[in-house]
């Protein structure tokens, strides 16, 4: 069984760890249930499994969720944005837009962007870090979001569902990378120079 670790992120077959289990459904349809180890010797982590006959993955606990770097972010930033994808994963699309909204609410303190609210502390953020006009166009927008998903009142997006999270998830990605990954890569490169 070929799946990403919810625990590590790694990619591979995982190791059977006992027999499967299979129920008997109404209607003829069987149910396979088993526990399965990551093949990362690092690692190592246990998850639950169900799939269908064909051995189609129906569900597993913990769920897979959505990879990134985690290299360089700082660790509230880090802590929110994770907590942003383990609600993507779990089909809790209004927590996790709340949570990216927080990932950018920590972005900005980290920063020491100044103002009055989040909009004026991602205009300040902006102007700080070198990153795409788009990006930070885009950053307005998930702050709009995540005020749908915390307040009632609020109607600027249709729906908060899976799609809106998995777009708003890969914005958030690149605006983390702009912000705490692209001078490590730099220094990287530069370091392979000769003297």
């Known amino acids: 069984m070929a799946l990403r670790c919810p625990h590590c992120g790694h990619f591979g077959t995982f190791l059977p760890l006992n027999s499967d289990l299979v129920e008997n459904r109404t209607g003829g349809e069987k149910i396979i249930f088993g526990q399965r180890m990551c093949p990362n010797t690092i690692c ?94 885009g950053m307005d927008d998930l702050r709009l979001l995540g005020n749908d998903a915390a307040h009632i009142e609020a109607n600027t997006f249709e729906q908060i569902g899976r799609n809106e999270i998995e777009i708003s998830i890969e914005f958030t990605k690149e605006i983390l990378k702009a912000t705490y990954q692209y001078e490590n890569l730099l220094s990287k490169l530069r370091s392979l120079k000769k003297a």
């Open 44 to 137: 190592k982590g246990h998850l639950l499994f169900f799939a269908n006959t064909a051995r189609k993955i129906i569900d597993t606990y913990p769920t897979e969720t959505i990879p990134f770097d985690k290299n360089g972010i700082p660790d509230r930033i880090l802590n929110a944005f994770t907590e942003a994808i383990v609600c993507h994963s779990n089909n809790c699309f209004t927590a996790s837009a709340i949570m990216i909204r927080k990932t950018l609410e920590e972005i900005c303190s980290h920063e020491s962007c100044k103002g009055k609210n989040l909009k004026e502390r991602l205009q300040a953020l902006g102007g700080k870090i070198m990153i795409p006009k788009e990006l930070i166009d």
